[in-house]
């Protein structure tokens, strides 16, 4: 008997740990690159983008906030928080798997040809971070960043 309340006791504890972790570096082993300050605004240059998510971190005020940016399969740039509206709190972000955005939290999927502009269902998606293309980079603007800090405090 003193041998199951044991294991039941371990079970508990490495539940409870395993809940209560505050995981902000799962991405593994995928490039994790400070972005390039440029005029208020995160400069990033198209040649660097692929069908392969980069994720990208910038501190703002002290807090790290990270975000991802792909090339869907038919050319298309997205951009997106690496965190959703709805796990954010967890802090686990997303993970690629092939053609699809996967969500450390609730391992919901996600098709990077889908991903839109704005959360089109309600629950977990990549966070929508608004970039535009200009010349041969992607800027992405301080203030954008900042509007979602929230999600990366601790």
């Known amino acids: 008997m003193k041998q199951y309340f044991l294991i039941f006791f371990s079970l508990i504890v490495i539940f409870i740990a395993g809940c209560s972790a505050n995981n902000n570096s799962t991405i593994g082993s995928e490039t994790v690159v400070k972005a390039e300050n440029y005029e208020n605004a995160i400069k990033i240059p198209l040649s660097e983008i692929s ?6 971190n910038q501190t703002i005020d002290g807090v790290k906030i990270e975000f991802f940016v792909v090339k869907s399969s038919n050319g298309e740039i997205k951009v997106a928080f690496n965190a959703c509206d709805v796990c954010y709190g967890n802090q686990k972000g997303y ?3 092939g053609k699809e955005m996967v969500c ?18 309600a629950g977990c998606w990549p966070s929508y971070l608004e970039s535009k293309i200009e010349g041969d980079s992607i800027l992405i603007s301080q203030e954008r960043l900042s509007e979602r800090r929230y999600m990366f405090e601790n």
């Open 104 to 121: 450390n939290n609730c391992k919901q999927r996600f098709e990077i040809d889908n991903l839109d502009v704005k959360n089109k269902v």
């Open 51 to 56: 069908t392969t998510a980069k994720f990208f």
């Open 95 to 97: 993970v690629q798997e």
